[in-house]
């Protein structure tokens, strides 16, 4: 017989998965952009990019902790 909180443990381990799996997505970015040879202002671009995908990833790390911490 499975409990609520075995599968709250199930779901906060697929989802902070997920988190971590966005984290190193967005290291492969980087790496990958490291590559480009571009203008300074695409440069600049990218690198709003990635603090824009990195603010939005930490958002949903901390609405994950924050709905699994309530239970």
């Avoid at 971590?20 to 790496?31: A, H």
């Amino acid at each position: 017989m499975v409990t609520i909180m075995e599968v709250l443990d199930l779901e906060w381990a697929q989802d902070w998965k997920i988190i971590v799996n966005l984290f190193e997505t967005i290291d492969t970015l980087k790496s990958l952009f490291k590559k480009l040879d571009v203008p300074y202002l695409r440069e600049v671009q990218q690198k709003i990019l990635i603090l824009n995908l990195e603010k939005y990833v930490w958002s949903l790390q901390y609405y994950i902790v924050e709905k699994y911490s309530k239970v």
